[in-house]
T-cell receptor, first 116, second 118 residues
Framework: NAGVMQNPRHLVRRRGQEARLRCSPM?????VYWYRQLPEEGLKFMVY????????ESGMPKERFSAEFPKEGPSILRIQQVVRGDSAAYFC??????????????FGDGTRLSIL | AQSVTQLGSHVSVSEGALVLLRCNYS??????LFWYVQYPNQGLQLLLK??????LVKGINGFEAEFKKSETSFHLTKPSAHMSDAAEYFC????????????????FGKGTKLSVKP
């Protein structure tokens, strides 16, 4: 049973470019969460999605960041016009559709984004 | 609002010594609490969780944690450290109150890096 798959593992972009991060949840999971980890910091929640719906985006910056989880295919976190401060590790987690409130989230290995 | 505080950003122990990583939380509703471990350049792996029931929770790799409501604590312990335990450990609380009982996003502490000396 494959775990949460994130790609790419490492992504380098120049300032002003777009970064696109992908996350395929575990099989049978339809809840996806994105977190950002800055150096020496814990993970900070960004957005919570179910298939075709954004449930909570309270942690997303108001500009340049967007996320989607289409009916088919992986969840995408998109960062437009990247700046140096976007350099971080971005983690995706998933949980089952029939989620009881005590079901843990399963994490991917993250995408490390570096902005030149 | 819920929050998590991990005391000590770095903890160093000798191999075979007791490991104690501290976590305190604040929550207006009964919390669901988690400990995750992160090895370098990897994602987070669940060590253990507390939801309801027994307050002493046993996890993988010999770790356990005790939920103490009166102290709002969920400290992580292991009787005897092993070199392979060197990693960063995160305590987290689930934002139950925001989603009517279904699991919302996790609120993490800043993490504690554990070093194990031979």
């Amino acid at each position: 049973n494959a775990g949460v798959m994130q790609n790419p593992r490492h992504l380098v972009r120049r300032r002003g470019q777009e970064a696109r991060l992908r996350c395929s949840p575990m099989k049978g999971h339809s809840h996806v969460y994105w977190y950002r980890q800055l150096p020496e910091e814990g993970l900070k929640f960004m957005v919570y999605l179910q298939k075709e719906n954004i449930i909570d985006e309270s942690g997303m910056p108001k500009e340049r960041f967007s996320a989607e989880f289409p009916k088919e295919g992986p969840s995408i976190l998109r960062i437009q016009q990247v700046v140096r401060g976007d350099s971080a590790a971005y983690f995706c987690a998933s949980s089952p559709f029939e989620a009881y409130s005590n079901q843990p989230q399963h994490f991917g290995d993250g995408t490390r984004l570096s902005i030149l | 609002a819920q929050s998590v505080t991990q005391l000590g950003s770095h903890v160093s122990v000798s191999e075979g010594a007791l490991v104690l990583l501290r976590c305190n939380y604040s929550s207006s509703v009964p919390p669901y609490l988690f400990w995750y471990v992160q090895y370098p350049n990897q994602g987070l792996q669940l060590l253990l969780k507390y939801t309801t029931g027994a307050t002493l929770v046993k996890g993988i790799n010999g770790f356990e944690a005790e939920f103490k409501k009166s102290e709002t604590s969920f400290h992580l312990t292991k009787p005897s450290a092993h070199m392979s335990d060197a990693a960063e450990y995160f305590c987290a609380v689930s934002r139950l109150e925001d989603y009517g009982g279904s699991q919302g996003n996790l609120i993490f502490g800043k993490g504690t890096k554990l070093s194990v000396k031979p």
